[in-house]
Every structure is written in structure tokens, then in C-alpha cells.
């Protein structure tokens, strides 16, 4: 079975503004504070894209989108969460954006049970929004990283054993 490979055109804006090659460990210290010094209110910017997430899951389960649709558009989504979520100093978000990422961008096809663990993943991103649970959230963001990375090992050992299984009776 062939894997469909996404090529994805680099952008060269931001080396066209900076140049290339070395870059001063003064500029790097002005670029680190205007992210510390940051004010920007984050949460309608993830609730747009968290919206646009549920409409997307939702759409495949009315079976409007096709699962095969709807995960690139899934893939896109959580992909801007993971890159904005921590410079904005929402960690965990982050961090459970890149694990549910590298689940997505991992399996070769998507299925109901991948969607439901897509789905329980917006509802936890939505809950740290509206709760407004920033940084890494200590033993509370271990957890649900821990509880993330456990449902897509499960989702994958049980897609190994069906696919054992399938392998048997052939």
C-alpha cells in the first residue's frame, strides 16, 4: 500500500526579512522578549480554530466529510495550535496538540476510533481555553499528557491486533 505524501512549498518570508546563515545572539534576545513580552489574547484565536475542529469531526461523523477529507483538515488545524499555543504560554495545549499531531500524521488511514480520540482531544484543548489553564499545568498537565499518549498506544495495539488477526485468517 502506497502512502500519500503531502508536499508542502516552504514559505522563504521570514528568511527574505532576516537573511540567512548565522543569526546574532542579540537578535535572538530581542525576538525572546517580544514573545515574553507578548500580550495577546490567545483564546479567540483557538476558540476559531477549536470551533473549526468540532465542525470538522462533526462532519465526518454525519458522514458529510470523508474520513480521508477530513484528516488533513484535522492535521491543519491542530498543527496552528501546536505552533501558536506555547508562544502564547499555553504549554500543555502545545504539548497535547503535538502528540495528537504526530498521532495523525502517523497512521496511514483514518477510522471512527481515530476520530473519537481526535474528538475527545478538541474537548480537552476547549477545556484549558475556557478555563484559561496556562503553562504547563504541573501534575494536572502530566496527566492528560500521559492519558493522550495512552489512548492512540491503545488505538495503535489495537489496530495491530486487527491486523494480525486479518493476516491469520487470509
Known amino acids: 500500500m502506497k502512502k500519500r ?14 537573511g540567512s546563515g548565522h543569526v546574532s545572539p542579540e537578535k535572538i534576545k530581542e ?7 507578548l500580550d495577546y489574547d490567545f483564546a ?15 462532519k465526518t461523523r454525519a458522514n458529510e466529510m470523508a474520513l480521508e477529507e477530513a484528516k ?12 501558536t499555543a ?10 497535547l496538540a503535538n502528540i495528537m499531531l504526530n498521532f495523525l500524521e502517523s497512521m496511514e488511514t483514518m477510522d471512527q476510533h ?3 480520540i481526535v474528538s475527545a482531544h478538541h474537548k480537552t484543548l476547549a477545556t484549558l481555553i475556557n478555563k484559561d489553564m496556562r ?8 496527566q492528560f499528557e500521559k492519558e493522550l499518549t495512552s489512548a ?17 485468517t487470509s
Open 44 to 58: 479567540p484565536y483557538a476558540k476559531d480554530i477549536l470551533d473549526r475542529l468540532f465542525t470538522c469531526v462533526e
Open 114 to 116: 481515530a476520530l473519537e
Open 135 to 142: 503553562g504547563d499545568c504541573g501534575a494536572i498537565g502530566e
Open 152 to 168: 492512540c498506544e491503545r488505538y495503535y495495539k489495537i489496530k495491530k491486533t486487527a491486523a494480525n488477526a486479518d493476516e491469520k
Open 72 to 83: 488533513p483538515e484535522m492535521t491543519d488545524l491542530i498543527m496552528q495550535i501546536k505552533a
Open 5 to 18: 505524501v503531502r508536499v508542502i512549498k516552504a514559505d522563504y518570508l521570514l528568511k527574505d526579512k532576516i
Open 86 to 95: 506555547p508562544m502564547c504560554k499555553y504549554d500543555l495545549m502545545g504539548n
Open 31 to 37: 525576538c525572546e522578549k517580544i514573545i515574553d513580552e
